[in-house]
């Protein structure tokens, strides 16, 4: 395997083009567990663990190594590498860690496709959809949707639920499998690309992992069945881990994700949202929250049906949520410099005696 199989590209090329120092190799992460790492490179896999010097300078979850991640690291026998540095990412896809405010945790990093995957029975739901799309807009992937369980509805179904989406959500694409018959997989597979790196998103037991275990041809991962009183897998996917397709593809499992909690800081719900982001920007008072304001064009164009009352109803309720997340990482900022000055004034101190 050589480092373009691995997904390796121009673009790291420009962004690392300090280049690798003399005495180390550069991999991947390919799956990660507490702490530690399984590391892919030219030469093989190995169990790696980071630098003390990298843990001690982290100053959050973002700083640490990720499923995706290119590394620099230095092997020392088969069965231990140790990380010393992660290289630049072109993207990182993150949510706000649940209980943790301001915190967030990286889900996967280089990822140039997240496929939202959900389940067309009981998981379906379009606010989620919204909710997703906005953790890929801010993360920069690129997202598609991706229907699973397809065999469990009749085919009239379907067509109702694409066209409920399209609705809604405008210049995403949405593709729709059976994990049971393989139906539409000839189309989920031309839309994966050599050398480029996918990643899964979605609730637990919508199929990731079998589709995975399908697409790549091995039992990789068990799957267990549903019960069908509770829905809840026996067997979820407690680790990431990547996958390298026949085709050269390369895709990212996640586990099951209950809550995606919004970690934007940037334009990810605007471009989510950028049908009432355009009437916005007609709205007569510039701070306008939309809600109640007098020449408020989002709320005409509301009253008119040109915008879907839902779509609006998760515009602000993510917004709020956006909202709180950017104060308390604003909070969390300030109080790091609070300790940052203290930490400088027993240094100064101590150093005078
Ligand atoms: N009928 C039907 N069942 C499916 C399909 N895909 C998956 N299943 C079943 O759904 C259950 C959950 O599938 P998994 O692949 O484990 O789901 P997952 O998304 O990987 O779940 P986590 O690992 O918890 O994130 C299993 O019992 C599968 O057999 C499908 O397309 N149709
Ligand atoms: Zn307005």
Same mark, same amino acid.
Do not use: W
């Given at each position: 395997m050589n480092l373009e199989d691995l997904?390796?590209?121009?673009?790291?090329?420009?962004?690392?083009?300090d280049g690798i120092s003399g005495d180390f190799?550069?991999?991947?992460?390919?799956?990660?567990?507490?702490? @530690?790492?399984?590391?892919?490179?030219?030469?093989?896999?190995?169990?790696?663990?980071?630098?003390?010097?990298?843990?001690?300078?982290?100053?959050?979850r973002e700083d640490f190594p990720a499923v995706g991640d290119w590394v620099e690291l230095m092997v020392l026998d088969p069965d231990f590498a140790i990380i010393h540095k992660v290289l630049p990412r072109h993207s990182v896809i993150k949510r706000q860690a649940v209980s943790q405010t301001g915190e967030v945790q990286v889900i996967a990093a280089n990822i140039d496709v997240a496929f939202i995957v959900q389940a067309v029975d009981r998981d379906f739901n379009i606010n989620?959809?919204? @909710?997703?799309?906005?953790?890929?807009?801010?993360?920069?992937?690129?997202?598609?949707?991706?229907?699973?369980?397809?065999d469990l509805i009749p085919e009239n179904r379907l067509t109702g639920l694409i066209e409920e989406i399209q609705q809604r959500i405008e210049n995403v694409p949405v593709l729709a499998v059976s994990n049971e018959t393989e139906e539409g997989y000839d189309l989920l597979l031309e839309k994966i690309e050599k050398g480029k790196t996918y990643c899964?998103?979605?609730?637990?037991?919508?199929?990731?992992?079998?589709?995975?275990? %399908?697409?790549?041809?091995?039992?990789?991962?068990?799957?267990?069945?549903?019960?069908?009183?509770?829905?809840?897998?026996?067997?979820?996917?407690?680790? @990431?881990e990547m996958f390298f397709l026949d085709?050269?593809?390369?895709?990212?499992?996640?586990p099951g994700m209950r809550e995606v909690g919004i970690a934007d800081t940037g334009s990810g719900l605007e471009t989510t949202f950028d049908r009432i982001v355009s009437y916005a920007?007609?709205?007569?008072?510039?701070?306008?929250?939309?809600? %109640?304001?007098?020449?408020?064009?989002?709320?005409?164009?509301?009253?008119?049906?040109?915008?879907?009352?839902?779509?609006?109803?998760?515009?602000?309720?993510?917004? @709020?949520?956006?909202? %709180?997340?950017?104060s308390s990482v604003a909070e969390k900022r300030k109080k790091e410099k609070q300790f940052g000055k203290i930490v400088k004034h027993y240094k100064k101190y101590y150093a005078k005696k």
């Open positions: 997904g390796y590209n121009n673009h790291l090329e420009t962004i690392n083009k190799e550069v991999g991947r992460v390919i799956a990660e567990y507490k702490e @530690r790492y399984t590391v892919r490179t030219v030469s093989g896999e190995y169990p790696a663990e980071i630098t003390g010097n990298l843990r001690y300078t982290a100053t959050g989620r959809l919204e @909710r997703y799309l906005t953790l890929c807009h801010s993360s920069k992937v690129s997202p598609v949707i991706l229907l699973t369980k397809t899964l998103l979605g609730s637990s037991g919508v199929g990731k992992s079998t589709l995975l275990n %399908h697409l790549s041809g091995k039992t990789i991962m068990k799957t267990n069945t549903i019960s069908d009183s509770t829905r809840k897998g026996k067997h979820t996917t407690s680790h @990431r085709n050269g593809g390369i895709i990212i499992d996640n920007q007609t709205c007569k008072f510039k701070d306008c929250t939309h809600i %109640h304001e007098t020449g408020c064009a989002v709320l005409e164009a509301l009253e008119k049906g040109d915008i879907d009352e839902k779509a609006y109803e998760n515009y602000l309720k993510l917004k @709020r949520e956006k909202a %709180h997340f950017e």
